[in-house]
């Protein structure tokens, strides 16, 4: 991802999310030194991104959205799949992330990658208040989907 993708990227983040990070942190997020952000494209069209953060050995995926035109088609699992390699690459052995105890497609594209729960924070998201699942995945012996 570079600065030219932010306006895709933003207008993506507000047709997909109830709770959309504004355009000031998804720029603040692109420009940190410790910052992997990637973007899906379909065609010449960007159609999902996905922000990494990364503090070896550990990493997190922060954040991953899919246009909801092109949802159910493996950019999630692409985007997913590049990063974590990508971080393996880095130095990274372990990745963590938060999920939406109620987001049942992320969920799912998760524990097929490899993740497994490690924990819940409760309360954790807003609009509406939900409890957030901790997942982790070492990415050092992946046994998730590699196709």
């Known amino acids: 991802m570079n600065r030219?993708?932010?306006?895709?990227?933003?207008?993506?983040?507000?047709q997909a999310i109830a709770s959309p990070w504004t355009p000031a942190q998804l720029q603040e997020e692109l420009d940190a030194p410790n910052s992997l952000a990637l973007v899906a494209m379909a065609g010449k069209q960007l159609c999902g991104y996905a922000f990494y953060r990364t503090c070896p050995?550990?990493?997190?995926?922060?954040?991953?959205?899919?246009?909801p035109q092109h949802q159910r088609q493996q950019i999630g699992t692409t985007l997913l799949r590049q990063g974590l390699d990508r971080l393996l690459s880095l130095g990274c052995t372990d990745?963590?992330?938060?999920?939406?105890?109620?987001?049942?497609g992320a969920r799912?594209?998760?524990?097929?990658?490899?993740?497994?729960?490690?924990?819940?924070r409760r309360q954790y998201y807003q609009q509406p208040?939900?409890?957030?699942?901790?997942?982790?995945?070492?990415?050092?012996?992946?046994?998730?989907?590699?196709?």
């Open 57 to 67: 050995p550990e990493s997190e995926l922060l954040h991953m959205v899919v246009d």
């Open 108 to 120: 799912l594209l998760y524990t097929h990658a490899g993740f497994r729960q490690t924990g819940i």
């Open 4 to 14: 030219a993708d932010l306006p895709a990227v933003i207008h993506i983040e507000q």
């Open 129 to 147: 208040d939900e409890d957030a699942l901790v997942l982790t995945m070492s990415l050092v012996n992946r046994s998730g989907d590699r196709q």
């Open 95 to 104: 990745c963590f992330l938060e999920v939406r105890s109620s987001n049942q």
